[in-house]
């Protein structure tokens, strides 16, 4: 069955860097677009950037744009976010996504806390 788990959270400084990596199987990872979403507390998951499945078209959020860089490797089934310049507003869970067939799939998510 379709499996994604996402690794690389922890705890950052304000302006430091994180690379999350979401290691995909059960699916053709090559055929599918993939997205990362985050959730902080109290608030709605929302979307962070989206990547189409060659890897060659890339859109993010307005929140993160320029400061984070979605890419995937499809002979790894993986896909990454490097995050840089991190602030205290980016602390939330971090999910990976993806849409197969009109059904929803998510990762169980990983921790990001930016806090001096």
């Known amino acids: 069955q379709v499996q994604l788990v996402e690794s690389g959270g922890g705890l950052v400084q304000p302006g430091g860097s994180l690379t999350l990596s979401c290691a995909a199987s059960?699916?053709?990872?090559?055929?599918?677009?993939m997205s990362w979403y985050r959730q902080a507390p109290g608030k709605e998951r929302e979307l962070v950037a989206r990547i189409s499945s060659s890897g060659r078209l890339t859109t993010y959020a307005h929140s993160m744009k320029g400061r984070v860089i979605i890419s995937r490797d499809n002979t790894k089934n993986t896909m990454y976010l490097q995050m840089n310049s991190l602030k205290p507003e980016d602390t939330a869970v971090y999910y990976c996504n993806t849409d197969i067939d009109y059904n929803n799939y998510w990762g169980q998510g990983t921790q990001v806390t930016v806090s001096s």
């Open positions: 059960g699916f053709t990872f090559s055929s599918y677009a």
